[in-house]
């Protein structure tokens, strides 16, 4: 198997870069009292490597990759617990929609059969909480999973690029043996704090529906940028579709990043409504430190991660604005 079959079949992406590593990582992992390293994906061993580097004399990997030098197996399908371990992986990540596209749908099939998630990086969380400690290098989009997050002890967001082969928004997630409240749970970007999962959690936009929007339409009144550009001056934002820099006639049903929006308002009040979404949206992206907007590959030139706006919470900020405008009208009913 070739090595670009290997990424796509397998969802490799190896490790070779350390600065995940942060100092309340670093803390985590010397608090527990594990004196093995055991990472059950473990590739090339770049994770195994780190941690002989932090003190562990005893490490341990499996691998379903025959021609590395790991213990053959499946981990996606049952890892065993080792005693007196801390799991530190990279686990594989793909999508049903990612192996359908490439391909090779057909040779991940049986994982997908067997769980509920869309990516199979959760199957690898499922599997690796067999154990009492962990650290995992996963998608960025974990935090907006509905996977229950109660066994972790933090989540950390890293800016920089970790991949050399991909552009792949990640983080790293601490877990222990103990359930916790979401209080407890901390949240990271890069090397500072800034709130508990809880305090996030409670900032979620949740629309109501309860006024007619309709997203991707060409008669619509509003254009939505909904991913920031590399440029820090271009981020998303609502805006007459004259505005838009775009060839609007190129969106479909399907449109995810670029949009037109109809709603049942006059004309002359748009700009009132454009105006009061863009600054609930300035406003949630400065509570929410952006972590609640879906990871965008690649960084703004500032080094910050791009951000794309879901629709629903577009359709939430836009309900907002919309009752600003009109706040003694009588809404109407999808």
Same mark, same amino acid.
């Given at each position: 198997?070739?090595?670009?079959?290997?990424?796509?079949?397998?969802?490799?992406?190896?490790?070779?870069?350390?600065?995940?590593? @942060?100092?309340?990582?670093?803390?985590?992992? @010397? $608090?527990? +009292?594990?004196?093995?390293?055991?990472?059950?994906?473990?590739?090339?061993?770049?994770?195994?490597?780190?941690?002989?580097?932090?003190?562990?004399?005893?490490?341990?990997?499996?691998?379903?990759?025959?021609?590395?030098?790991?213990?053959?197996?499946?981990?996606?399908?049952?890892?065993?617990?080792?005693?007196?371990?801390?799991?530190?992986?990279?686990? +594989?990540?793909?999508?049903?929609?990612?192996?359908?596209?490439?391909?090779?749908?057909?040779?991940?099939?049986?994982?997908?059969?067997?769980?509920?998630?869309?990516?199979?990086?959760?199957?690898?969380?499922?599997?690796?909480?067999?154990?009492?400690?962990?650290?995992?290098?996963?998608?960025?989009?974990?935090?907006? &999973?509905?996977?229950?997050?109660?066994?972790?002890? $933090?989540?950390?967001?890293?800016?920089?690029?970790?991949?050399?082969?991909?552009?792949?928004? =990640?983080?790293?997630?601490?877990?222990?043996?103990?359930? @916790?409240?979401?209080?407890?749970?901390?949240?990271?970007?890069?090397?500072?704090?800034?709130?508990?999962?809880?305090?996030?959690?409670?900032?979620?936009?949740? +629309?109501?529906?309860?006024?007619?929007?309709?997203?991707?339409?060409?008669?619509?009144? =509003?254009?939505?940028?909904?991913?920031?550009?590399?440029?820090?001056?271009?981020?998303?934002?609502?805006?007459?579709?004259?505005?838009?820099?775009?060839?609007? &006639?190129?969106?479909?049903?399907? &449109?995810?990043?670029?949009?037109?929006?109809?709603?049942?308002?006059?004309?002359?009040?748009?700009?009132?409504?454009?105006?009061?979404?863009?600054?609930?949206?300035?406003?949630?992206? %400065? %509570?929410?430190?952006?972590?609640?907007? &879906?990871?965008?590959?690649?960084? @703004?030139?500032?080094?910050?991660?791009?951000?794309?706006?879901?629709?629903?919470?577009? %359709?939430?900020?836009?309900?907002?604005?919309?009752?600003?405008?009109? +706040?003694?009208?009588?809404?109407?009913?999808?």
């Amino acid at each position: 198997m070739d090595a670009i079959h290997k990424k796509q079949t397998l969802g490799q992406f190896f490790t070779t870069n350390d600065f995940w590593l @942060k100092n309340h990582i670093l803390e985590f992992i @010397k $608090s527990t +009292p594990a004196t093995i390293a055991f990472d059950p994906f473990a590739g090339n061993g770049d994770l195994l490597r780190v941690a002989k580097t932090i003190g562990f004399k005893k490490t341990k990997g499996f691998d379903l990759d025959s021609n590395l030098n790991w213990t053959n197996n499946d981990s996606l399908l049952f890892i065993p617990k080792i005693d007196n371990s801390i799991i530190i992986t990279n686990p +594989p990540y793909l999508t049903k929609y990612s192996a359908s596209r490439k391909g090779v749908y057909e040779s991940v099939r049986k994982y997908f059969d067997i769980c509920k998630y869309d990516d199979i990086y959760q199957l690898a969380i499922e599997r690796c909480l067999i154990n009492d400690y962990g650290i995992m290098i996963i998608p960025e989009t974990f935090i907006n &999973s509905k996977f229950s997050k109660s066994r972790l002890v $933090s989540i950390t967001i890293i800016e920089d690029q970790l991949f050399n082969d991909t552009e792949n928004p =990640i983080c790293v997630i601490c877990f222990d043996n103990k359930n @916790k409240p979401y209080n407890q749970v901390k949240i990271y970007k890069n090397d500072k704090f800034i709130g508990d999962l809880e305090y996030f959690e409670k900032l979620r936009r949740v +629309p109501h529906k309860n006024i007619y929007i309709k997203f991707n339409s060409p008669k619509g009144q =509003i254009a939505l940028r909904a991913v920031d550009t590399t440029n820090p001056e271009r981020q998303i934002a609502f805006m007459r579709p004259e505005q838009m820099d775009y060839n609007l &006639s190129n969106i479909r049903n399907s &449109s995810r990043l670029i949009t037109v929006i109809e709603l049942n308002a006059n004309n002359e009040i748009i700009d009132k409504i454009i105006d009061h979404s863009n600054n609930l949206l300035i406003d949630f992206r %400065r %509570r929410t430190e952006d972590i609640l907007l &879906s990871p965008f590959k690649g960084n @703004k030139k500032n080094g910050e991660r791009r951000r794309r706006l879901d629709y629903l919470t577009a %359709r939430a900020i836009l309900e907002d604005a919309y009752e600003s405008v009109y +706040p003694n009208i009588k809404l109407r009913l999808l």
